[in-house]
Protein backbone atom coordinates (compact mmCIF):
# COMPACT_ATOMS: atom_id res chain seq x y z
CA UNK A 1 0.00 0.00 0.00
CA UNK A 2 1.21 3.46 -0.75
CA UNK A 3 0.70 6.30 1.48
CA UNK A 4 0.99 9.70 -0.15
CA UNK A 5 2.04 12.57 2.46
CA UNK A 6 -0.39 15.24 1.46
CA UNK A 7 2.38 17.54 2.74
CA UNK A 8 5.50 16.78 1.23
CA UNK A 9 4.45 14.03 -1.45
CA UNK A 10 6.85 11.89 -0.19
CA UNK A 11 5.51 7.99 -1.46
CA UNK A 12 5.53 5.98 2.08
CA UNK A 13 4.99 2.21 1.58
CA UNK A 14 3.11 0.19 4.10
CA UNK A 15 3.86 -3.28 4.43
CA UNK A 16 0.64 -5.15 3.37
CA UNK A 17 0.75 -7.58 6.36
CA UNK A 18 0.89 -5.13 8.96
CA UNK A 19 -0.99 -2.65 7.43
CA UNK A 20 -3.58 -4.90 6.09
CA UNK A 21 -6.11 -4.00 8.64
CA UNK A 22 -5.26 -1.19 10.52
CA UNK A 23 -6.21 1.55 12.52
CA UNK A 24 -3.63 3.57 14.02
CA UNK A 25 -0.91 6.37 13.45
CA UNK A 26 2.07 6.47 11.00
CA UNK A 27 4.85 8.94 10.11
CA UNK A 28 5.94 10.33 6.99
CA UNK A 29 9.66 9.59 6.90
CA UNK A 30 9.91 12.54 4.49
CA UNK A 31 8.61 14.93 6.80
CA UNK A 32 7.92 13.41 9.97
CA UNK A 33 4.66 14.43 9.92
CA UNK A 34 1.91 11.86 11.91
CA UNK A 35 -0.87 10.80 10.08
CA UNK A 36 -3.73 8.74 11.01
CA UNK A 37 -5.40 5.88 8.79
CA UNK A 38 -7.51 3.15 8.60
CA UNK A 39 -7.40 0.37 6.15
CA UNK A 40 -9.49 -2.68 5.52
CA UNK A 41 -8.42 -5.48 3.32
CA UNK A 42 -5.41 -3.73 2.32
CA UNK A 43 -7.01 -0.47 1.06
CA UNK A 44 -7.22 2.83 2.80
CA UNK A 45 -11.00 3.27 4.27
CA UNK A 46 -10.18 6.23 5.99
CA UNK A 47 -7.83 8.92 6.16
CA UNK A 48 -4.76 9.88 5.82
CA UNK A 49 -5.98 12.73 8.38
CA UNK A 50 -3.52 15.19 10.77
CA UNK A 51 -2.42 13.59 13.46
CA UNK A 52 0.22 13.89 16.87
CA UNK A 53 2.29 12.08 19.18
CA UNK A 54 4.04 8.81 18.71
CA UNK A 55 3.32 6.62 15.36
CA UNK A 56 2.72 3.42 16.38
CA UNK A 57 3.71 1.90 12.90
CA UNK A 58 6.59 3.16 10.77
CA UNK A 59 6.54 2.74 6.82
CA UNK A 60 8.41 -0.06 5.22
CA UNK A 61 10.35 2.08 2.73
CA UNK A 62 10.10 5.38 1.69
CA UNK A 63 11.25 7.58 -1.31
CA UNK A 64 11.06 11.29 -2.48
CA UNK A 65 9.29 12.73 -4.93
CA UNK A 66 12.46 12.48 -7.69
CA UNK A 67 12.95 8.77 -6.07
CA UNK A 68 15.68 9.06 -4.40
CA UNK A 69 14.97 6.39 -1.15
CA UNK A 70 14.52 7.09 2.59
CA UNK A 71 15.25 4.90 4.65
CA UNK A 72 16.80 4.08 8.12
CA UNK A 73 16.09 4.61 11.92
CA UNK A 74 13.31 6.47 13.21
CA UNK A 75 12.31 6.79 9.65
CA UNK A 76 11.15 3.10 8.78
CA UNK A 77 10.78 -0.09 10.14
CA UNK A 78 13.86 -2.45 9.97
CA UNK A 79 13.23 -5.66 7.93
CA UNK A 80 11.22 -8.25 10.16
CA UNK A 81 14.31 -11.19 10.77
CA UNK A 82 12.88 -15.00 11.27
CA UNK A 83 14.65 -15.66 14.94
CA UNK A 84 14.30 -12.72 17.25
CA UNK A 85 16.75 -14.26 20.06
CA UNK A 86 19.23 -14.73 17.24
CA UNK A 87 19.85 -11.41 15.22
CA UNK A 88 23.86 -10.80 15.36
CA UNK A 89 24.40 -13.43 17.54
CA UNK A 90 24.93 -17.28 18.17
CA UNK A 91 22.13 -19.61 17.65
CA UNK A 92 21.55 -20.96 20.90
CA UNK A 93 22.43 -24.44 21.76
CA UNK A 94 19.63 -26.49 22.34
CA UNK A 95 19.84 -29.83 24.16
CA UNK A 96 17.89 -33.14 23.85
CA UNK A 97 16.36 -34.92 27.07
CA UNK A 98 19.97 -36.81 27.35
CA UNK A 99 21.46 -33.00 28.01
CA UNK A 100 23.28 -33.79 24.38
CA UNK A 101 23.90 -30.78 22.60
CA UNK A 102 21.97 -31.15 18.87
CA UNK A 103 22.17 -27.78 17.65
CA UNK A 104 23.16 -24.00 17.50
CA UNK A 105 26.83 -22.74 17.93
CA UNK A 106 29.18 -21.98 18.95
CA UNK A 107 29.51 -25.99 19.50
CA UNK A 108 32.71 -27.09 20.88
CA UNK A 109 34.12 -30.60 19.66
CA UNK A 110 33.40 -32.17 22.89
CA UNK A 111 29.43 -31.24 22.71
CA UNK A 112 29.50 -33.82 19.62
CA UNK A 113 30.30 -37.05 20.92
CA UNK A 114 27.62 -39.38 21.37
CA UNK A 115 26.01 -37.20 18.41
CA UNK A 116 25.35 -39.55 15.15
CA UNK A 117 25.68 -38.17 11.71
CA UNK A 118 22.05 -37.35 10.29
CA UNK A 119 21.60 -39.98 6.93
CA UNK A 120 18.98 -42.89 6.61
CA UNK A 121 20.92 -46.10 6.28
CA UNK A 122 18.85 -48.58 4.43
CA UNK A 123 18.54 -51.94 6.15
CA UNK A 124 19.85 -55.55 4.73
ZN1 LIG B 1 5.55 14.12 4.47
Redesign the pocket.
Given at each position: MLLT?P??K?KNFLDPYPFWNFKGTTK?A??A?IWRIETSSGACVKGPDAADGQPDLLPGFAEKQDYSPISGPGLTRPAPRARKDAVCKPIPIQRNIRGNAVSGRPLKKEDLIGSRPKFIAGRK
Open positions: CNCTCGCK
